[in-house]
């Protein structure tokens, strides 16, 4: 403990070290207090996920955002809200994003007071940082550290409303007086954070989502909200969180999608020369993804980004078996067999390469696709998507495709028919 020779306004001062490492050692005689040169009750908030909050503005997958001027009259629509949101199924971990009121000790100057005793509010404010929060007065080194020092009123002094009160505070003649004469102090509930945005007040509920789909989950919420909850004039709700992935998801899969049908298509046009070879290529893709959307039905999940990007996978890759298939028989009817014999003889013959590119990337996902550790919950939706669609688009390959290609029946390449027959 470092006691310097002090003034008799700062007799009940002491010296604390705050220190960065608690496992350096310090010299005889030192106070050490573990932790930030600010109030020791000063909260620090970490976001669950940062990367998640930065894209979104939360790291949960609901969050409602209400703005206003008046806080009171904003909490008072944030309790709505959570009752509102509790009510739906699928909800878990619904809370006000801010904390609750917190006691605090407000000390006001008066002027007259002040002016009266001569004393300067400036003398006033120096006296309660200096014993509350604490004034830095200088550095310590130790070798090549530095250590800030910061001097404030021993905890006696400052632990009740009426102990401050009684820290005596000099006039200009150097007369002491009690703070509780120039100052009112009391003890009142106040907010500990005011969250701000676009310069008004903001309160923001949060809401995880178990069970069921989050666009659906939102939705619901939304027609609950706005039966509900009547906002005043001047407030605003906006509606954020990792669900908006989704609708951007969609967003981009409604014009990828039908882009990537349509490039394969065409692309079965261009290389077997007929508009009715491409149709029989493109008939197992429906029924893979049934398979693969029955799939998840039973296992009970939901659409999102990583279903959507296995569906766009499985559109190319249920095609492989059909294409050998098809080629088979096509090399056959060129041979001169008859239609019937050629189908036969090339669906037997191509099938063995067919089945070995399914089942290795069905056995190669199947892991994947049944996992439970951390990750799981992005890589299983999408290899139970092309795990459930190959296996269904197989099957309809080796059974229904050399049906459809009797019916439809394509040309030949040396066929004197059109290319866009």
Not at 3 to 9: D, K, Q, R, V, Y
Not at 143 to 169: H, K, T
Not at 381 to 408: C, E, K, M, N
Request: charged share 20%; net charge negative; aromatic share 6%.
């Amino acid at each position: 403990m470092i006691s310097p020779t002090l003034s008799a306004e700062r007799r009940a001062l002491r010296i604390l070290f705050f220190v960065d490492d608690p496992d350096d050692d310090l010299r005889p005689g030192m106070f050490a207090t573990i932790g930030l040169g600010t109030d020791l009750r000063e909260s620090i908030l970490v976001p669950a996920d940062s990367v998640t909050e930065d894209a979104n503005g939360t790291s949960a997958n609901l969050a409602i955002e209400l703005s206003g001027d008046d806080f009171d009259q904003l909490l008072k629509l944030a309790n709505q809200t959570v009752d509102l949101l509790r009510q739906i199924p699928g909800n878990q971990d619904v809370s006000i994003e801010q904390e609750g009121p917190q006691p605090q000790i407000v000390i006001t100057p008066d002027r007259e007071r002040c002016a009266r005793y001569d004393i300067r509010i400036e003398a006033v404010m120096q006296l309660i940082n200096m014993a509350i929060r604490g004034e830095p007065l200088g550095m310590v080194a130790e070798g090549e550290r530095r250590f800030g020092i910061v001097a404030r009123l021993d905890e006696r002094w400052r632990r009740s409303p009426q102990a401050i009160g009684q820290l005596a505070i000099y006039t200009e003649e150097g007369v002491p007086v009690p703070l509780s004469q120039v100052a009112s102090i009391e003890v009142v509930d106040g907010q500990t954070i005011i969250a701000r945005q676009d310069g008004r007040r903001r309160v923001t509920v949060r809401c995880d989502i178990v069970g069921r789909d989050q666009g659906g989950f939102v939705a619901e919420a939304q027609r609950h909200f706005a039966a509900a909850v009547e906002l005043p004039p001047g407030y605003n709700v906006l509606w954020l969180g990792m669900f908006e992935n989704l609708d951007r998801a969609y967003r981009h899969f409604s014009l990828l999608i039908p882009l990537t049908v349509a490039i394969i298509f065409v692309s079965m046009i261009a290389a077997f020369g007929s508009i009715r070879a491409a149709c029989v290529l493109m008939m197992p893709v429906p029924f893979a993804v049934a398979a693969g959307a029955f799939a998840l039905y039973l296992r009970g999940m939901h659409l999102n980004v990583s279903t959507g990007v296995g569906f766009a996978t499985l559109f190319g890759i249920a095609m492989t078996d059909a294409v050998l298939m098809f080629k088979g028989v096509t090399s056959y009817r060129l041979e001169g067999l008859a239609i019937d014999d050629a189908i036969i003889k090339g669906r037997l013959d191509r099938l063995r390469p067919g089945l070995m590119t399914t089942l290795s990337s069905i056995f190669g996902l199947l892991p994947a696709s049944l996992a439970t550790d951390l990750g799981s919950d992005v890589q299983r939706p999408l290899a139970t998507v092309i795990v459930w669609g190959l296996a269904g688009s197989t099957v309809f390959t080796l059974l229904i495709t050399p049906l459809i290609y009797r019916i439809f029946l394509p040309p030949l390449p040396h066929d004197g028919r059109s290319m866009s027959d």
